[in-house]
């Protein structure tokens, strides 16, 4: 049998964990065929909800669960890690300026980032979906010296999965039908989500919708204010859809993208398409040999242009604003 990969999933206790850890558990992150062993890191005040989920996974009697360890010392939790799911995060609260929230981030990013670089295990990969995520990556990364930069990635997928959903819909076809459908940018409400690269049944997206006002005023706004819909619609956040991105995120990554598809991350950017170098932003990544790369190449209009660069131009003022912060 194999050597059980180790899992750590920050913010065990809450409500994207909750959706999240069963389906690791049960082989739907890595395959069919790898144990894993469970880390879960909380807080101290949310320890005991903790130990109540790993007494419901105990429960499930799954097969290729090897073990639970429960934590709120990320030096423990990140001992040996192999695949790192940062959910946990400060979230805004009434009131909250923008740099208070990066401020109360980085208390959370910064020692994590520290106790992987510390303790990780060499092929440590890393995916921050706890928000801001991008920035939230940034900061972990830049205290990860040791590790290499493209180990750490943001979740985007969410983004895309909402938007294959939006325009199957508006085209009357199914997400089958649907290939190269990517995010650029931030995982906010700037994000661009690209149907000029995107391909339905082999035909272009931008022209099968043939509809420019419905991709401006629509589709865009609809994938990038979907979190707030759901919020409204649920009194909640997205916790199902977002457990389930992220098990599409490093399902990929480790395993690979298929032929001819391109998914959507957060990775550092190496300057393509006139990014930010350093940033860790959204673009369309193959994933192999266990790497996410940039696809290149890619023709970009003046439309997708301006969107890139307004959505970029977010994260480089979170940037500089952390940075000012002394968090990076
Ligand atoms: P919850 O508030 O239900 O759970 C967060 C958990 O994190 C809590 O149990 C809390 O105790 C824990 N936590 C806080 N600080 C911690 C620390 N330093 N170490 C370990 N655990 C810590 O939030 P939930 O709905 O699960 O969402 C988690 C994060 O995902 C939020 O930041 C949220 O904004 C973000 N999301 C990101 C998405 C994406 O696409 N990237 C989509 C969904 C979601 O909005």
Same mark, same amino acid.
């Given at each position: 049998?194999?050597?059980?990969v180790n899992?750590t999933?920050?913010?065990?206790a809450g409500?994207i ?6 389906r690791?558990?049960?082989?739907q992150?890595?395959?069919q065929?790898?144990p ?11 320890l ?21 360890d429960?934590?709120?010392d990320?030096?423990v ?6 695949v790192?799911?940062?959910?946990g995060?400060r979230p ?5 300026e923008r ?7 980085g ?5 994590q980032?520290?106790?992987i670089n510390a ?5 440590v990969?890393?995916?921050?979906v706890g ?8 900061i ?10 493209d180990?750490f ?7 895309q999965?909402?938007?294959y959903?939006q ?5 009357g076809v ?8 990517v995010?650029?940018?931030n995982h906010?409400?700037?994000?661009y ?6 391909e ?10 043939n509809?420019q ?5 629509d589709?865009? =706004?609809? *994938?990038a !204010?979907? #979190?707030?819909?759901? @919020?409204e ?7 199902? /859809?977002? %457990?389930n991105?992220?098990?599409d ?19 550092v950017?190496?300057g393509s398409?006139?990014?930010p170098?350093g940033?860790i932003t959204s673009? =369309?990544v *193959?994933s !192999?040999? #266990?790497?996410?790369? @940039?696809v ?7 439309? /997708?242009? %301006?969107?890139?660069d307004a ?14 912060l002394g968090l990076?």
């Amino acid at each position: 049998t194999r050597t059980p990969v180790n899992v750590t999933v920050t913010g065990a206790a809450g409500q994207i964990g909750y959706a999240l850890l069963f389906r690791i558990a049960s082989g739907q992150l890595l395959g069919q065929d790898t144990p894993v062993r469970l880390k879960l890191l909380e807080i101290a005040p949310a320890l005991k909800a903790a130990e109540g989920t790993a007494m419901e996974l105990d429960d499930c009697a799954f097969p290729l669960l090897s073990g639970i360890d429960i934590t709120d010392d990320p030096n423990v939790a990140f001992d040996g890690v192999n695949v790192a799911l940062l959910v946990g995060a400060r979230p805004r609260t009434k009131g909250m300026e923008r740099g208070d929230l990066l401020e109360a981030n980085g208390g959370i990013f910064k020692p994590q980032g520290q106790a992987i670089n510390a303790h990780a295990a060499d092929d440590v990969r890393v995916l921050v979906v706890g928000n801001p995520a991008n920035t939230n990556a940034l900061i972990a990364q830049s205290h990860a010296p040791d590790v290499p930069a493209d180990r750490f990635t943001a979740m985007t997928r969410l983004d895309q999965n909402r938007a294959y959903t939006q325009l199957a819909k508006k085209l009357g076809v199914t997400v089958n039908d649907i290939r190269k459908l990517v995010i650029w940018g931030n995982h906010s409400a700037t994000q661009y989500p690209d149907l000029f690269h995107a391909e339905v049944n082999g035909k272009n997206a931008a022209e099968a919708v043939n509809d420019q006002a419905w991709i401006e005023n629509d589709f865009i =706004p609809t *994938v990038a !204010k979907r #979190g707030a819909a759901i @919020i409204e619609a649920r009194g909640a956040s997205s916790a199902a /859809s977002a %457990a389930n991105a992220a098990i599409d995120h490093v399902y990929d990554w480790v395993n690979g993208t298929p032929e001819g598809q391109w998914v959507s991350a957060g990775v550092v950017s190496d300057g393509s398409y006139g990014t930010p170098e350093g940033l860790i932003t959204s673009f =369309p990544v *193959v994933s !192999k040999d #266990g790497k996410y790369e @940039i696809v290149q190449g890619l023709e970009i209009d003046d439309f /997708s242009r %301006a969107k890139i660069d307004a959505s970029n131009a977010e994260l480089a003022e979170e940037r500089d604003a952390v940075k000012g912060l002394g968090l990076i």
